[in-house]
């Protein structure tokens, strides 16, 4: 059983370009969050996904960045116009239902030059 | 808004001894989730508590819920070099705006 798959694992924009994540969540799990982390500190929630929709998008910068999970095929996580505030490693979770256990992917890790 | 508080930020312990590592919080929440960061490498879920008072083991490490539904600890038993890592609480409250909280992390060291 797969666990969840992010990729790239490493992304390098310059400034002014789009950044693209994706998620695969762990199969049988229509419940997708996106974390971010700085250097030490904490994971911190961004958005909140089922299946087509967004559930809780409160942790997401206003401007420039959107998710969605369709359908078919990943979550995505998008960034428009980076900047170098935007270097950190984004985390996608996730889990068969809300409330419970989250599983994690390995991360992208996006630097903005 | 929840915040979670886990100190000290870096523990540094010999081969063979237990740890304890606390996390408290300013709030209730129905969920504690204890994970480890390997560096490069996205959190593990070590523990999961659902119900207050519940205290659960996974091989070395045992996990509690705290009475009051605001704390939490983590002991892990006879250490090894391979616990070495980053040990993150998370709480998660079922409600308006559910969402998993997580504390800074404590950075564990083992000396062999």
């Known amino acids: 059983n797969a666990g969840v798959m992010q990729n790239p694992r490493h992304l390098v924009r310059r400034r002014g370009q789009e950044a693209r994540l994706r998620c695969s969540p762990m199969?049988?799990?229509?419940?997708v969050y996106w974390y971010r982390q700085l250097p030490e500190e904490g994971l911190k929630f961004m958005v909140y996904?089922?299946?087509?929709?967004?559930?809780?998008e409160s942790g997401m910068p206003k401007e420039r960045f959107s998710a969605e999970f369709p359908k078919e095929g990943p979550s995505i996580l998008r960034i428009q116009q980076v900047v170098r505030g935007d270097s950190a490693a984004y985390f996608c979770?996730?889990?068969?239902?809300?409330?419970?256990?989250?599983?994690f992917g390995p991360g992208t890790r996006l630097t903005v030059t | 808004g929840q915040q979670l508080n886990q100190s000290p930020q870096s523990m540094f312990i010999q081969e063979g001894e237990d740890v304890s590592m606390n996390c408290t919080s300013s709030?209730?929440?129905?969920?504690w989730l204890w994970y480890k960061q390997d560096p490069g490498e996205g959190p593990v879920l070590l523990i999961a508590l659902y119900k207050a008072g519940e205290l659960t083991s996974n091989g070395r490490l045992t996990a509690q819920f705290g009475i009051t539904r605001k704390d939490s600890f983590l002991n892990i038993s006879a250490s090894i070099p391979s616990d070495v890592g980053i040990y993150f609480c998370a709480g998660f409250y079922t409600g308006a705006n559910s969402k998993l909280t997580f504390g800074k992390g404590i950075t564990l060291s083992v000396r062999p």
């Open positions: 979770a996730s889990s068969p239902g809300l409330g419970g256990e989250q599983y």
């Open positions: 709030s209730i929440f129905n969920t």
């Open positions: 996904l089922q299946k087509e929709n967004i559930i809780d």
């Open positions: 199969k049988g799990h229509s419940h």
